[in-house]
């Protein structure tokens, strides 16, 4: 089955940088977009970066000019480099893929999460 599997979190202190990957893995047909979702504590899961088709992405306001996600096509990873971090950075980082099995339908897929936390 597809899995995607987070790495790279950690505590690091406010203007720090820190770099998250996410590797999907499995019976993997197509994939369309992949991306980053953070959820802080008592808050709504937002989009934090998207790598969709092709060269487009897209990224949250609050985190414009200090994130830059990018994607491995041939390994169907994609990175989140975190430069300049800030204490509401903080949350628990979510990687998601949006493609298509080898069996099923295209649909998302996400991996557990990957806590940051940003603190001096």
């Known amino acids: 089955q597809v899995q995607l599997v987070e790495s790279g979190g950690g505590l690091v202190q406010p203007g720090g940088s820190l770099r998250l990957s996410c590797a999907a893995s499995g019976p993997i047909f197509s994939v369309y977009g992949m991306g980053w979702y953070r959820q802080a504590p008592g808050k709504q899961r937002e989009l934090v970066a998207a790598?969709?088709?092709?060269?487009?992405?897209t990224y949250a306001d609050s985190v414009k000019g200090r994130f830059t996600i990018s994607r491995d096509n041939a390994k169907n990873t994609v990175y989140l480099q975190m430069n300049t971090v800030k204490p509401e950075d903080t949350a628990v980082y979510y990687c998601y893929a949006d493609l298509i099995p080898r069996i099923g339908i295209r649909r998302m897929y996400w991996g557990p999460g990957t806590q940051v936390t940003v603190s001096s």
């Open positions: 790598a969709l088709s092709g060269e487009s992405t």
